[in-house]
């Protein structure tokens, strides 16, 4: 007898099967049929509702207000987003975790306040060197990311151009990925004083502080870097469709590049979103007027790699600041990310499944070296699974888990909702209630054997 079998609509990596089932045995996906199922101690047959596979955040900011306890909350909302896997952002508060000492601490601390599973982006500090980054990749660092901008002098740090190449050649040898926020620092920091001078301080000149320019001139750079080392360098948030571009050129190039989109990018426009959103919609790099239906092209043109959400953990009083240039930036996220991306894809006429199970499952689970344990409904794989059932509802955010309470979303109409989630065999959120408790996810590395991407 199985532990747990599951009936729905089951998206597998090569077909979607109506009125399938999934068999699970202890933590692992045992079986996948048609028919009639086996017997099960637990037997749950969730009617048309999509069965995809548990959804991988590659950027989630779980700890930059609260600390490493910061987990707790999140991943409770995580899962309450039908997201079992949660890839968390070196940029921790109060410390960056840049050494194997705090490597270890943080992943105490997935292990004591995590109800979803967490794997682990590690950095380098300015004038550190690289002599830790074999190290923190031995412990199972799934990435590194570093900034071209700086958000503060210790916690998120500016890097140049030089740190950066020898980060990048001594990633070479522990074939992880780099990551870059791609700002320039110089020209958005000219641009944010001349329009305080000029004061122009209320949030609709976010964006032109931000100029697509600054985005660009840190993307090429970085690429140009890759080009020279042979690193593998990724931009973890490309706000303009001409960002896609350059990756692709260079990729075609033979640079293994890559590049990745969050979701609000494909759902918000500045010009028509900032007078109602105001600083609720800052992000950085920001979100630009009139690009949505080219982001759309380019993902449809496969230049994007993956979809994330960059949820950040700050409280909405972050945002209440007289000047839009002294407002936090960031956006919660883990809530809305299946809901949001299958609303958009089903207006433009996509499948929203087939599209979900690739973008926000399957490609960064293989991105950070966690497939084929992570990323699909496959026999042998962790028994992750997200159930979404379509129908119209309005979003509230004051009933979200992340114990934030607040979104750029709230009040929007969605076309389908979580209404499960499964953790390695376990239901953790029946559409009502997370059941997961502190210290239920685990951490996970990056598999010894993981291919790369590019």
Same mark, same amino acid.
């Given at each position: 007898?199985?532990?747990?079998?599951?009936?729905?609509?089951?998206?597998?990596?090569?077909?979607?099967?109506?009125?399938?089932?999934?068999?699970?045995?202890?933590?692992?996906?045992?079986?996948?049929?048609?028919?009639v199922?086996p017997?099960?101690?637990?037997?749950?047959?969730?009617?048309?509702?999509?069965v995809?596979?548990g959804?991988?955040?590659?950027?989630?900011h779980?700890?930059?207000?609260?600390?490493l306890?910061?987990?707790a909350?999140?991943?409770?909302?995580?899962?309450?987003?039908?997201?079992?896997?949660?890839?968390?952002?070196?940029y921790?508060?109060?410390?960056?975790?840049?050494t194997?000492d705090?490597?270890?601490?943080?992943?105490?601390?997935?292990?004591?306040?995590?109800?979803?599973?967490?794997?682990?982006?590690?950095?380098?500090?300015?004038?550190q060197?690289?002599?830790?980054?074999?190290?923190?990749a031995?412990?199972?660092?799934?990435?590194?990311?570093?900034s071209?901008?700086?958000?503060?002098?210790?916690?998120?740090?500016?890097?140049?151009?030089?740190?950066?190449l020898?980060?990048?050649e001594?990633?070479?040898?522990?074939?992880?990925?780099?990551?870059?926020?791609?700002?320039?620092?110089?020209?958005v920091?000219?641009?944010?004083?001349?329009?305080?001078?000029?004061?122009?301080i209320?949030?609709?000149?976010?964006?032109?502080?931000?100029?697509?320019?600054? $985005?660009?001139? =840190?993307?090429?750079?970085?690429l140009? @870097?890759? !080009?020279?080392t042979? %690193?593998?360098?990724? /931009?973890?948030?490309?706000?303009?469709?001409?960002?896609?571009?350059?990756?692709?050129?260079?990729?075609?190039?033979?640079?293994?590049?890559?590049?990745?989109?969050?979701?609000h990018?494909?759902?918000?426009?500045?010009?028509?979103?900032?007078?109602?959103?105001?600083?609720?919609?800052?992000?950085?790099?920001?979100?630009r007027?009139?690009?949505?239906?080219d982001?759309?092209?380019?993902?449809?043109?496969?230049?994007?790699?993956?979809?994330?959400?960059?949820?950040?953990?700050?409280?909405?009083?972050?945002?209440?600041?007289?000047?839009?240039?002294?407002?936090?930036?960031?956006?919660?996220?883990? $809530?809305?990310? =299946?809901?949001?991306?299958?609303?958009? @894809?089903? !207006?433009?006429?996509? %499948?929203?499944?087939? /599209?979900?199970?690739?973008?926000?499952?399957?490609?960064?689970?293989?991105?950070?070296g966690?497939?084929?344990?992570k990323?699909?409904?496959?026999?042998?794989a962790?028994?992750?699974?997200?159930?979404?059932?379509?129908?119209?509802?309005?979003?509230?955010?004051?009933?979200?888990?992340?114990?934030?309470?607040?979104?750029?979303?709230?009040?929007?109409?969605?076309?389908?909702?979580?209404t499960?989630?499964?953790?390695?065999?376990n239901?953790?959120?029946?559409?009502?209630?997370?059941?997961?408790?502190?210290g239920?996810?685990?951490?996970?590395?990056?598999?010894?054997?993981?291919?790369?991407?590019?």
């Amino acid at each position: 007898m199985y532990d747990l079998v599951l009936r729905g609509t089951l998206v597998l990596p090569d077909r979607t099967v109506q009125g399938g089932w999934i068999a699970v045995s202890g933590e692992k996906i045992a079986a996948i049929g048609e028919g009639v199922p086996p017997a099960a101690s637990v037997f749950r047959d969730v009617g048309d509702a999509l069965v995809l596979p548990g959804f991988v955040d590659g950027q989630t900011h779980a700890t930059s207000y609260k600390g490493l306890p910061g987990f707790a909350a999140t991943s409770r909302s995580a899962l309450a987003g039908g997201i079992t896997t949660m890839v968390d952002m070196p940029y921790d508060n109060p410390d960056p975790l840049n050494t194997v000492d705090r490597f270890d601490l943080k992943v105490a601390a997935v292990n004591e306040h995590s109800s979803c599973d967490v794997a682990l982006y590690a950095t380098i500090a300015p004038g550190q060197g690289t002599a830790e980054m074999a190290r923190l990749a031995a412990k199972g660092a799934v990435a590194f990311k570093i900034s071209s901008m700086e958000s503060h002098p210790v916690r998120f740090p500016r890097l140049p151009a030089n740190d950066m190449l020898d980060i990048l050649e001594a990633s070479v040898e522990t074939g992880l990925p780099v990551g870059l926020h791609n700002e320039d620092q110089e020209i958005v920091r000219g641009m944010i004083a001349r329009f305080k001078s000029q004061n122009r301080i209320t949030p609709e000149w976010h964006e032109p502080s931000r100029p697509v320019v600054a $985005e660009m001139a =840190a993307t090429a750079n970085f690429l140009e @870097l890759g !080009a020279a080392t042979g %690193a593998h360098v990724h /931009i973890v948030h490309i706000s303009h469709p001409r960002g896609y571009d350059l990756v692709s050129r260079y990729r075609e190039e033979g640079v293994r590049a890559t590049a990745e989109l969050c979701v609000h990018y494909l759902h918000f426009d500045a010009a028509r979103d900032i007078g109602r959103l105001g600083a609720r919609m800052k992000v950085s790099p920001p979100i630009r007027p009139g690009v949505l239906d080219d982001l759309w092209h380019r993902l449809d043109e496969g230049k994007v790699d993956f979809i994330s959400t960059d949820h950040s953990s700050w409280p909405i009083d972050n945002k209440y600041t007289p000047s839009i240039f002294d407002a936090g930036a960031g956006i919660p996220g883990l $809530e809305t990310l =299946a809901p949001s991306f299958y609303t958009d @894809l089903k !207006a433009k006429g996509r %499948a929203p499944e087939r /599209i979900m199970a690739e973008y926000l499952s399957e490609k960064p689970a293989r991105f950070f070296g966690l497939w084929p344990q992570k990323g699909a409904l496959t026999i042998g794989a962790d028994a992750d699974m997200a159930v979404m059932t379509p129908g119209s509802y309005r979003f509230d955010a004051s009933r979200t888990f992340d114990g934030l309470n607040w979104s750029p979303y709230d009040g929007e109409t969605f076309e389908a909702r979580v209404t499960m989630t499964v953790l390695r065999g376990n239901i953790v959120w029946d559409g009502k209630d997370v059941l997961a408790q502190p210290g239920a996810g685990r951490f996970i590395a990056r598999l010894p054997d993981a291919k790369p991407v590019v």
